[in-house]
DNA sequence: AATGCGGGGAT
DNA sequence: ATCCCAGCATT
């Protein structure tokens, strides 16, 4: 950083911004509380995930697990069942396995300190901090993708944001205008950045930082914050075989090495002797960030009772129903599959 | 230091 | 189509 942003104070822009916050904070349903229990989770449910899309399943979780012993007592397919559709499901593996670590650990009583909470499995330097700061009047500024691009515009910043060295320089930066309460400052920044200085379009004119922003006295609020490294998708092909007999189908669970971390599936392969009873083939393709999925989907009705007897006690599926099968995880792309026997029967 | 991991909404 | 979102673990 240069030496004319060390030497200058800014300080005013973190009060500023504090100030913005108390009128405009947005009503959300773990802004009323500092229970770390449920900043924690919220933390982790938003973790790359807009509010709009996870608000259902924050409430959901809360509403199930309702505090660590509750979730520390659950089993691991509970918690992925509540995860469902939300994506990153390491997450909900990781959040599992963190509460029981509060348990054994800390005696259920959720760590204070930032050094600890950091500890915890699935809790890194953004998360601890917030926690931290939010509930236990930690001074760590929670740096996330809003601070990236409010941070790099208001100094015209063109720090590379895909840097590994980006969370270390930007809290630096942060703490130019870090004010006393970095709880607060922490969340005014996600609200100003998701709010008012959005990736596109940001709302300049009505922004409580532009009198101090210089990318905004710039006109260069567009090239900024510089951002090398692209997301390529690859090519990916699956193949599912949908293998059903009297509303019955045969499932199994994935490994945690992959996409969709131990969620469940249909079988991927299936044996020679039910090739017979192959009836239809549907491809459906899907976009996820990383993958072009495109899946072909074998319609497997099995008419020879012998066959599906001797085929589901032999091998290692899951046979299931309807009901059964709502009571599990699945990749969205599957899901319709699964709703209703009856309606998967008709889509393939 | 670089890469993989979901799904959805905005543009 | 492209970007990006209250990031983290693994390599």
Redesign the pocket.
Same mark, same amino acid.
């Given at each position: 950083m240069e030496k004319t942003k060390q030497d200058s104070d800014f300080k005013h822009i973190g009060k500023k911004l504090l100030s913005w916050y108390k009128i405009n904070a +947005?009503d959300?349903p773990? +802004?009323q509380t500092k229970d770390p229990y449920k900043i924690w989770i919220?933390?982790i449910v938003? @973790? @790359?995930? +807009?509010? #709009? @899309?996870g608000l259902g399943h924050y409430n959901n979780f809360i509403t199930r697990f309702p505090d660590v012993k509750t979730l520390a007592e659950a089993e691991e397919n509970e918690v992925l069942l509540s995860w469902k559709?939300?994506?990153?499901?390491?997450r909900a593996i990781?959040v599992h396995k963190a509460a029981q670590q509060i348990m054994n650990d800390y005696h259920g009583i959720f760590p204070d300190e930032y050094e600890e909470i950091l500890k915890l &499995?699935?809790?890194?330097?953004?998360? #601890?901090a #917030?926690v931290s700061s939010i509930c236990f009047n930690g001074k760590i500024p929670a740096v $996330?993708?809003?601070f990236? +691009?409010v941070l790099s515009r208001l100094f015209a910043d063109d720090f590379d944001i895909s840097?590994?060295?980006a969370f270390n320089y930007f809290s630096q930066l942060a703490h130019l205008i870090l004010p006393e309460n970095v709880g607060d400052f922490n @969340?005014a920044m996600? $609200?100003l950045?998701?709010e008012i200085c959005?990736?596109?379009?940001p709302l300049c004119g009505e922004c409580p930082l532009n009198q101090d922003c210089l990318a905004f006295s710039l006109e260069k609020i567009s090239e900024f914050p510089v %951002?090398t490294?692209?997301?390529k998708a690859e090519d990916l092909e699956l193949k599912y075989y949908f293998v059903h007999r009297n509303g019955q189908f045969l499932i199994q669970q994935r490994k945690d090495d992959?996409?969709? %971390?131990k969620l469940f599936e249909f079988p991927p392969v299936i044996s020679d002797d039910l090739n017979p009873f192959i009836k239809s083939v549907k491809t459906v393709n899907?976009k996820?960030?990383? &993958?072009n999925l495109s899946i072909e989907i074998f319609n497997v009705e099995v008419d020879s009772e012998e066959i599906w007897n001797n085929f589901i006690y032999e091998n290692k599926y899951i046979v299931t129903d309807v009901d059964g099968s709502h009571e599990r995880s699945f990749?969205?792309?599957l899901e319709n599959y699964i709703q209703s026997y009856d309606t998967a029967y008709r889509i393939l």
């Amino acid at each position: 950083m240069e030496k004319t942003k060390q030497d200058s104070d800014f300080k005013h822009i973190g009060k500023k911004l504090l100030s913005w916050y108390k009128i405009n904070a +947005r009503d959300l349903p773990f +802004r009323q509380t500092k229970d770390p229990y449920k900043i924690w989770i919220c933390e982790i449910v938003f @973790q @790359q995930t +807009r509010i #709009a @899309q996870g608000l259902g399943h924050y409430n959901n979780f809360i509403t199930r697990f309702p505090d660590v012993k509750t979730l520390a007592e659950a089993e691991e397919n509970e918690v992925l069942l509540s995860w469902k559709g939300l994506g990153y499901y390491s997450r909900a593996i990781n959040v599992h396995k963190a509460a029981q670590q509060i348990m054994n650990d800390y005696h259920g009583i959720f760590p204070d300190e930032y050094e600890e909470i950091l500890k915890l &499995k699935g809790v890194g330097k953004y998360t #601890a901090a #917030a926690v931290s700061s939010i509930c236990f009047n930690g001074k760590i500024p929670a740096v $996330d993708g809003n601070f990236y +691009r409010v941070l790099s515009r208001l100094f015209a910043d063109d720090f590379d944001i895909s840097n590994s060295r980006a969370f270390n320089y930007f809290s630096q930066l942060a703490h130019l205008i870090l004010p006393e309460n970095v709880g607060d400052f922490n @969340q005014a920044m996600m $609200d100003l950045g998701s709010e008012i200085c959005k990736p596109k379009n940001p709302l300049c004119g009505e922004c409580p930082l532009n009198q101090d922003c210089l990318a905004f006295s710039l006109e260069k609020i567009s090239e900024f914050p510089v %951002k090398t490294k692209k997301v390529k998708a690859e090519d990916l092909e699956l193949k599912y075989y949908f293998v059903h007999r009297n509303g019955q189908f045969l499932i199994q669970q994935r490994k945690d090495d992959f996409i969709w %971390k131990k969620l469940f599936e249909f079988p991927p392969v299936i044996s020679d002797d039910l090739n017979p009873f192959i009836k239809s083939v549907k491809t459906v393709n899907h976009k996820l960030t990383h &993958k072009n999925l495109s899946i072909e989907i074998f319609n497997v009705e099995v008419d020879s009772e012998e066959i599906w007897n001797n085929f589901i006690y032999e091998n290692k599926y899951i046979v299931t129903d309807v009901d059964g099968s709502h009571e599990r995880s699945f990749p969205k792309p599957l899901e319709n599959y699964i709703q209703s026997y009856d309606t998967a029967y008709r889509i393939l």
